[in-house]
């Protein structure tokens, strides 16, 4: 399976900002995931990052709040924009070789909203 | 739709089995097994296809009932290392469009000596 990281890790951000994370595959995938895993819930997806083209998003995720670039098969970011506390979660993203394949995690970016 | 996973939580000595139930109301077009620890990336487990193909973990297993859309996983033999939050996921397939991975709400497992 793929190698992926993320950065950051973990951050600390205050009420009104914006942090964005990044997501790098060590090989090209087809696929890939953006989720939202909040505090002892299950994982929620946020948007499919599509290459070249504008994410796809789920309802109750707007570009807006939630950009999304994925400018070549190896990487993407999500920005968390306009920060409240109500957006602190682990962010992971998720890659995949066709839409219906297995889904291969990184390992989260657990960001903390005061 | 979120599938329904059922227990919410087991308590298991080493050595002993359990069954986690993971359900759909919706016909299934494959079941994503995950097993969360605490702290980290969901890790795969297993994948079950519409049509019966199956792969795996070496020692876990899982069956997929199309019919009853339902599928279990079992783990048998438990090891301190099975514990962690285990993850249904169910992916849908309708007309022509293609829909998404959709997770459950996990089902703790607790492996004590």
């Known amino acids: 399976s793929a190698v992926i990281s993320q950065k950051p890790s973990r951050d600390i951000c205050q009420r009104g900002t914006s942090l964005t994370i990044q997501c790098q595959v060590d090989?090209?995938?087809?696929?890939m995931f953006w989720y939202r895993q909040q505090p002892g819930q299950s994982l929620t997806l946020i948007a499919t990052a599509n290459q070249g083209s504008e994410a796809t998003y789920e309802s109750g995720f707007v570009i807006d709040k939630f950009p999304i670039s994925r400018p070549n098969l190896t990487f993407s970011t999500l920005t968390v924009s306009n920060m409240s506390p109500e957006d602190s979660s682990i962010y992971l993203c998720?890659?995949?070789?066709?839409?219906?394949?297995?889904?291969?995690f990184g390992p989260g970016t657990r960001l903390t909203v005061l | 739709q979120q599938p329904v996973q059922s227990p919410q939580a087991v308590i298991l000595r080493e050595g002993e089995d359990a069954v986690i139930n993971c359900s759909s109301s919706k016909a299934l077009y494959s079941v994503h097994w995950y097993r969360q620890k605490h702290g980290e990336a969901p890790v795969f487990l297993m994948i079950l296809l519409k049509g019966g193909e199956q792969k795996g973990h070496e020692k876990i297993s899982a069956s997929f009932n199309e019919k009853k859309q339902q599928s279990s996983l079992y783990l048998t033999a438990s090891q301190l290392s099975y514990s962690g939050t285990y993850f249904c996921g169910t992916f849908y397939v309708w007309a022509d469009s293609w829909g998404k991975l959709q997770f459950g709400a996990g089902t703790q497992v607790v492996v004590t000596p």
């Open positions: 998720s890659v995949a070789g066709d839409r219906t394949d297995t889904q291969y």
């Open positions: 090989s090209q995938v087809t696929m």
